[in-house]
Nanobody, 118 residues
Framework: QVQLVESGGGVVQTGGSLRLSCATS????????MGWYRQAPGNQRELAAL???????NYAGAVKGRFTISRDDAKNTVYLQMNSLKPEDTAVYYC????????????WGRGTQVTVSS
């Protein structure tokens, strides 16, 4: 079972920055898609950003221009650089990797808390 471990969450003031990392020690080759989702209290989990094996990225409208996703396949790691943070970015952030020939192997991290104080 592939385990994903997130790090980099914490408390930051409005306008600050954080960098999240998510890595797995399992060597399963390159994952198809790596992404970050977030879930605020009382809300459903939603996509924040994702990046494909080929480097194509997709961002939620609320984070576009402020967040940057990147990946290092040699390290099986995905990063999320979050700048100009707002209180509404407060959530638990989860990483998600997909793999397999049919892209049906889905792995989730346990989440890391990001709190933006006003």
């Amino acid at each position: 079972q592939v385990q994903l471990v997130e790090s980099g969450g914490g408390v930051v003031q409005t306008g600050g920055s954080l960098r999240l990392s998510c890595a797995t020690s399992e060597n399963k080759g390159s994952f198809n898609t790596m992404g970050w989702y977030r879930q605020a209290p009382g809300n459903q989990r939603e996509l924040a950003a994702l990046i494909t094996r080929g480097g194509r990225t997709n961002y939620a409208g609320a984070v576009k221009g402020r967040f940057t996703i990147s990946r290092d396949d040699a390290k099986n790691t995905v990063y999320l650089q979050m700048n100009s943070l707002k209180p509404e970015d407060t959530a638990v952030y989860y990483c998600r990797f997909s793999g397999g020939y049919f892209d049906d192997e889905i792995y989730w991290g346990r989440g890391t808390q990001v709190t933006v104080s006003s």
